[in-house]
């Protein structure tokens, strides 16, 4: 059966014409990152082993550079490699919804890199570290521009498969090979499936531009109706592993544990932003038509996703080895439930409900990473990062403990952490705006159970050390920790200002969810 339409216009030969403009502007971002990962695996080729912290300072230069890059772009009208034919029709768009994932994928990039700096200059190979590192950033950041089912494929693999690799860096380390290979095979089995999914929409379509597809899937015809409806629900599974939506979630903890502490954190943010950014291309402009298929199933795997992942949160033991990182985990895995709401309510409402994805997103991320960052100054002299561990950090490391404190008290939803209950309110009211009172429900219930662990480590912090004696001499001076790494100190000093400047201003992410981004 032909398909029935095309992305081209057939000449007097024959031959389709497939050419397209192209605006380096525009491309800019991905494209540097791209550049700089390419330079940086030459250059370690020549650079001396006493100066490979060269190729860092290089990575974080490259990814500074491409966040840079996204300031001309501010208006959100500019679209590349467009039809010939049909200028309306792009394969890459900078609109509102693209520059505002790629400031969060470069931006936590850039916040991972300052996180390794240390780590590279004496556990992990560092030019294949930071090549690994920016093609994934340059692959996250090309995906939300992408506008065809071709460049998003793409661009997931692009930033799927280094990941693998950098989970598995650390050599001689079993527990890191076996993360690496549960998180190849899981994430492998799942492309395969959306790739079925993709084909099975252009058989039906003839076509793979998003807004195409839209055009073409309101008229199907009665034949293909259960091929379409069965490539829109394989299309939705790759996209669902990355934001590590239950039942697709099972790789989340492990991974982490096995994967450097750095990687954990760009998985949980990046990785993540990854998953959402390609849910929302493919469900709210290819996909609008079949809503009454992709809307209930992503309802329910938000409930299921928040619920899972808290309860299992809530049962982590504060004295078991890693105990830390697998909190971090389970809570990402939570916090994809709250991220994957409004994208649900989108399939019930005439409104643009992804902007309350986007802020949360963008919340979640500042804090998050911040909360890595934290983690990794602990595990300096804690390496199996128990919670039990954080316990007495304020006498230690008191803006430390603050800082941490505050982080947990975000994702919590409570204040001073302004910005983390704002956000959650607005996802809250998309699911109430949609009718989905029952996913409200789950949502608060959700919310009130995430309360306790968060608290509970957060009351750990400023606990009296264990061992300390109960009374001090006034003249004994108080114990000093090591001082921590100024890469380290600088990650956890930007997110810190971000996260209290967000809270004191909210609007600047809260006003995604009143403007339109496509």
């Excluded at 029709?89 to 994932?101: E, G, V």
């Excluded at 556990?123 to 065809?148: Q, T």
């Excluded at 293909?224 to 629900?233: Q, Y």
């Excluded at 403990?401 to 704002?422: E, H, N, Q, R, V």
Aim: hydrophobic share 55%.
């Amino acid at each position: 059966m032909a398909p029935s339409g095309t992305d081209g216009v057939t000449g007097a030969s024959g031959i389709v014409n497939l050419v397209q403009s192209v605006d380096w502007v525009t491309i800019a971002p991905p494209t540097i990152t791209a550049a700089v990962a390419l330079i940086i695996l030459v250059a370690d080729l020549f650079v001396p082993q006493k100066h490979k912290n060269l190729l860092g300072i290089g990575a974080v230069t490259g990814l500074a550079a491409a966040l840079l890059a996204l300031v001309p772009l501010n208006g959100g009208d500019r679209s590349t490699f467009c039809l010939t034919t049909d200028t309306d029709t792009c394969s890459y768009t900078a609109d509102h919804f693209a520059l505002a994932i790629q400031l969060l994928v470069l931006g936590g990039a850039l916040l991972t890199a300052l996180l390794s700096l240390q780590d590279t200059r004496r556990k992990l190979p560092a030019g294949e570290y930071w090549f690994l590192l920016l093609s994934s950033a340059a692959g996250a950041a090309l995906l939300p521009a992408s506008r065809d089912l071709a460049t998003l494929v793409v661009a997931l693999e692009v930033a799927s498969l280094p990941a693998f690799a950098l989970v598995g860096l650390r050599r001689g380390d079993r527990l890191s090979s076996e993360a690496a290979l549960k998180f190849f095979l899981s994430s492998v089995t799942a492309t395969a499936v959306t790739l079925l999914g993709v084909s099975f929409v252009y058989a039906t379509t003839g076509t793979l531009h998003l807004t195409r597809i839209a055009a073409e899937l309101d008229g199907v015809p009665g034949q293909l109706d259960t091929l379409a409806k069965t490539g829109v629900a394989l299309t939705l599974i790759g996209f669902a592993f990355k934001t590590a939506a239950v039942p697709f979630h099972f790789w989340v903890p492990d991974t982490y544990v096995g994967a450097p502490l750095p990687v954990a954190a760009f998985l949980s943010v990046v990785g993540k932003a990854v998953g959402f950014s390609g849910l929302v291309l493919v469900t709210v402009i290819a996909f609008p038509a079949y809503a009454d298929v992709w809307g209930p199933a992503i309802a329910v795997l938000a409930a299921l996703t928040m619920t899972a992942g808290n309860v299992a949160a809530l049962r982590q033991s504060a004295t078991r080895a890693w105990s830390a990182v697998r909190l971090l985990a389970w809570s990402s895995v939570a916090q994809a439930g709250y991220i994957l709401v409004p994208i649900a309510a989108a399939a019930y409402t005439s409104e643009d409900q992804i902007g309350s994805t986007v802020a949360y997103a963008l919340m979640y991320a500042v804090v998050n990473l911040g909360a890595f960052a934290v983690a990794a100054i602990v595990a300096r002299t804690h390496p199996a990062n128990r919670i039990a561990d954080y316990r007495g950090l304020y006498a230690e490391r008191p803006l430390t403990a603050l800082t941490m404190g505050f982080f947990l008290i975000c994702l919590a939803g409570l204040p001073p952490g302004i910005i983390g209950l704002f956000a959650k309110v607005t996802v809250f009211s998309s699911a109430v705006d949609a009718g989905l009172g029952w996913l409200a429900v789950v949502m608060a219930v959700n919310v009130v159970i995430a309360l306790y662990y968060y608290l509970r480590w957060t009351a750990i912090l400023f606990r009296a050390p264990e061992g300390a004696a109960d009374t001090v001499a006034e003249t004994a001076a108080p114990a000093r920790a090591p001082a921590a790494p100024a890469p380290l100190v600088a990650a956890l000093s930007l997110t810190a200002v971000a996260g209290v400047v967000l809270s004191g201003y909210p609007e600047l992410v809260l006003r995604f969810v009143t403007t339109s981004l496509f």
